[in-house]
């Protein structure tokens, strides 16, 4: 969030006034500082109750847990999802991606998707993910952390379908948001309970 380096921004030339000099300046400062302030906070409190509002449901968690087996490799581009549902496990051959966005940071030296070799090398450690995952949690705009290549996204779609816990549409050439389980070993929900 942006709203602390806003604020310094904000904070800096106030405390550059000196009230002895600049005193009628003061007061207008304050004001613009304070409805400044209210106004960030306000765009951090609405954007923090979006993304907590359907994660921290209870109906939501419960819905994961009867989605996701419990010991099973779940790789997600928001681990978040994984830690609210108990299914941030360690499990042996699963990749841990704790922080994917700034591993994107880390492997473009912070300039994203600009150096082509960055971006495949980071679109082939996203599909060794896939490869050992068998359920990928997708959250809305995945496009930020996941390099989503053509290659990537074909790799993609043809191993995974959606299974649920949908979030919205997608981008072009990304897939939408959800829980995607692997083709040949997940069946959809509404299979296992006519099967149970």
Not at 65 to 85: E, F, K, N, Q, W
Not at 117 to 136: D, G, K, N
Not at 151 to 172: D, I, M, N
Request: aromatic share 8%; with cysteine.
């Amino acid at each position: 969030m942006a709203g602390p380096f806003i604020a310094l921004v904000l904070a800096l030339p106030a405390g550059l006034l000196r009230p002895a000099e600049h005193r009628a300046q003061i007061v207008p400062l304050l004001v613009i500082s304070a409805v400044a302030a209210v106004l960030i906070a306000g765009v951090g409190m609405r954007q923090l109750s979006i993304e907590t509002q359907l994660r921290t449901s209870t109906a939501y968690v419960a819905t994961a847990d009867r989605m996701i087996p419990s010991g099973t490799c779940v790789v997600s581009d928001y681990p978040s999802l994984l830690i609210s549902a108990d299914r941030f496990d360690t499990v042996a051959g699963c990749p841990a991606m704790v922080d994917s966005y700034g591993t994107l940071l880390a492997m473009t030296d912070g300039r994203k998707n600009s150096d082509p070799t960055a971006v495949r090398a980071l679109t082939a450690q996203w599909q060794r993910q896939f490869a050992a995952a068998s359920y990928v949690w997708l959250e809305w705009n995945s496009q930020g952390r996941i390099p989503w290549t053509p290659a990537l996204y074909a790799y993609f779609t043809s191993h995974f379908r959606l299974l649920g816990l949908t979030g919205g549409r997608g981008a072009a050439n990304v897939p939408e948001p959800g829980l995607y389980g692997r083709r040949t070993v997940v069946q959809p929900l509404a299979a296992r309970h006519r099967a149970a």
